[in-house]
């Protein structure tokens, strides 16, 4: 019989469209986990895959994570025949003397961000994980939870995880110390930039974060919390505000853009709209908070994302180690399943109740200052022109942070041979080389700006050479100016949007001077010089590197740079094949008036600059 990773899929041929559906999906999610579990029911181990923490938290990562969705499940009165094993687990991982104890909690242990998800449980179902446990089990997990709480967490998203032990210790009648408590709500208060954005921690890095753990945790305070009125009022009016904007990282598909870290949480990204429903705030109709979360959860239904035994991979849209995080374990994709917090909500709660509505898409380009993007709606896809962020810290950071432009439908890859430059993908990206053989391309701005619907950037590529990039929205195109100063000859690559290609090479392309243009069964990718004649080169990158499809081509445009100052102009756009996709490669943009773009930032450019602030792990 032909394997098929499609059908590998928990989620395929689930019409997702109701309550039962979603609750049948958790369970398709969860069953190929249980045979997994130690026999001690403490550790979960999925394969022999690596993280930078040990083994036993990689362990308690695995059996912690499910929880985001279980838990819920039981809270809404679903059925879940394993709870004797989770209580087993409880016991023996908090043990000292058991073979199968998490081991010893210190500052900023992953095991903090795992015990999080215990937390949780024990606020929402005591009598389920707590009072069941033998006294001795209950003062060892008291006991564990308490020294854990005492150590200093991550200075960012990482200071809810103490708030929802805490929500759990509270609610099992454990005395702790709840100045902590009310340190860290202060400082997690300090993250917030206005306009309901936040910030995941002291650095400008705005991604999925923001959603899934800032925002997410917030509203589960604001759900479970006694006594804070104050803080679950802002609480709400910050998610409130937020909805409407993050809304626009969502296509009318139930994609959503790939952007940042930790992609590999998948339809984690969702938990936005299921924390909504959970804390009862309709920040927007019900019908279009309901929408945006099962499309999102339909939009993977058919994505390779699960191994043979339909255990979920590191990677994206299939298994992919490249894009991954250097603390992804094979437990890691499990935290997807905090996108099934709605189903702590009864039947007949307005969430589930309202009737489906279709995303709310913006003909108009979305100016968002606080990430430094410009949203654009287009067919099938949301795009993100972007300028101001930037992560070294993390695997792939500028790949993942600093391109031009990012994109739901077409995701972004991350470059496999910084040795390779004749190989580069360079899709929304602008790459030099001074060899033929290293490159470098944006990683970090001097200057970010955003003025209307246009953002600007100063980078250096080199300590000599400067650029200065101006992004422009054009309607199903995009326009990039660049001007680069250098005191040397250079070589210049610039990428389009990557789509995905077909087997035996059976896609169509263009190669000619100024332009290049892809067509696969599905999607048409083009970029166009608009001042210069550059050679156009349909590109089909390494294996591997784009997030949602293994096999793309990228259209670029490629030339020789000389000492002193050139001026680059290029549009882009990548459409599903169609009628609109043949009209917009004949509708081509203009180049911008350069005169004119400069006055605009200087009469009106707010700053949108990253802050160099080392990230503390």
Request: hydrophobic letters at 40%; one cysteine or more; charged letters at 25%.
């Amino acid at each position: 019989m032909t394997y098929d990773p499609v059908t590998a899929n928990p989620l395929h041929g689930n019409p997702l469209k109701t309550r039962a559906d979603v609750e049948r999906a958790l369970g398709d999610l969860f069953n190929p986990v249980l045979p997994y579990f130690s026999e001690g029911g403490a550790r979960v181990r999925l394969d022999g895959a690596g993280a930078h923490f040990d083994r036993a938290a990689a362990d308690l990562e695995g059996f912690a994570r499910p929880l985001w969705g279980l838990t819920p499940l039981a809270a809404g009165g679903g059925a879940f025949d394993h709870w004797e094993l989770y209580r087993r687990g409880l016991a023996n991982g908090t043990d000292p003397e058991h073979p199968e104890y998490w081991g010893t909690v210190n500052s900023t242990d992953q095991r903090m961000v795992e015990l999080a998800a215990i937390g949780f449980t024990m606020r929402l179902l005591p009598h389920l994980v707590w009072e069941p446990l033998s006294e001795k089990a209950k003062g060892n997990l008291a006991a564990y939870l308490k020294h854990a709480r005492r150590h200093d967490y991550a200075d960012n998203n990482w200071k809810f995880f103490r708030i929802l032990v805490d929500l759990g210790l509270e609610e099992c009648g454990v005395e702790f110390d709840r100045s902590l408590t009310e340190k860290y709500l202060e400082e997690l208060d300090g993250f917030y930039l206005g306009d309901g954005w936040y910030r995941d921690g002291n650095v400008r890095r705005i991604d999925h974060y923001i959603p899934f753990a800032m925002h997410f945790y917030g509203l589960i305070y604001a759900k479970l919390a006694r006594g804070d009125e104050k803080r679950v009022a802002a609480y709400k009016e910050r998610a409130t505000l937020f909805a409407k904007d993050i809304r626009h990282w969502f296509d009318a598909d139930g994609g959503v853009l790939a952007f940042g870290r930790s992609l590999t949480y998948r339809f984690a990204c969702g938990g936005i709209w299921g924390a909504l429903a959970f804390a009862d705030l309709e920040a927007l109709p019900w019908g279009e908070i309901k929408g945006q979360f099962l499309r999102h959860l339909r939009w993977w239904a058919d994505k390779p994302i699960a191994n043979r035994d339909g255990v979920l991979s590191v990677g994206y849209g299939y298994p992919n180690l490249f894009m991954s995080e250097s603390y992804n374990s094979a437990g890691s994709p499990y935290w997807a399943l905090k996108a099934f917090l709605p189903l702590a909500l009864p039947d007949d709660h307005p969430f589930w109740t309202a009737e489906e509505t279709p995303a709310v898409v913006s003909k108009k380009p979305v100016p968002l200052k606080h990430p430094g993007m410009v949203m654009m709606h287009t067919p099938g896809n949301v795009v993100a022109l972007s300028s101001g962020q930037q992560n070294w810290q993390m695997r792939a950071g500028t790949e993942k942070y600093a391109k031009f432009a990012y994109a739901s439908r077409y995701g972004f890859s991350v470059e496999v041979d910084e040795r390779a430059y004749n190989m580069g993908a360079f899709d929304g990206a602008l790459a030099f080389s001074d060899d033929g053989r290293h490159y470098r391309v944006r990683e970090t701005n001097e200057v970010a700006q955003i003025a209307e619907n246009t953002l600007f950037s100063r980078w250096k590529p080199w300590s000599d050479v400067e650029v200065e990039t101006w992004l422009i929205p054009a309607n199903l195109w995009h326009i990039r100016v660049h001007r680069i100063t250098t005191p040397r000859a250079l070589h210049a690559t610039e990428g389009g949007f990557a789509i995905g290609r077909a087997d035996l090479n059976a896609d169509t392309t263009i190669d000619e001077a100024g332009r290049a243009v892809a067509r696969s069964a599905t999607d048409v990718s083009a970029i166009v010089d608009l001042i210069g004649k550059r050679a156009g080169r349909a590109h089909r990158a390494y294996p591997n590197t784009n997030l949602i499809v293994s096999k793309t081509i990228v259209p670029q445009l490629r030339g020789e740079i000389p000492a002193g100052t050139t001026l680059l102009v290029a549009a882009a756009m990548a459409l599903p094949v169609g009628a609109e996709a043949e009209a917009a490669l004949v509708q081509v943009p203009h180049a911008p008036d350069m005169a004119a773009l400069e006055a605009m930032f200087a009469r009106e450019g707010q700053d949108v600059s990253a802050i160099l602030v080392p990230e503390r792990f």
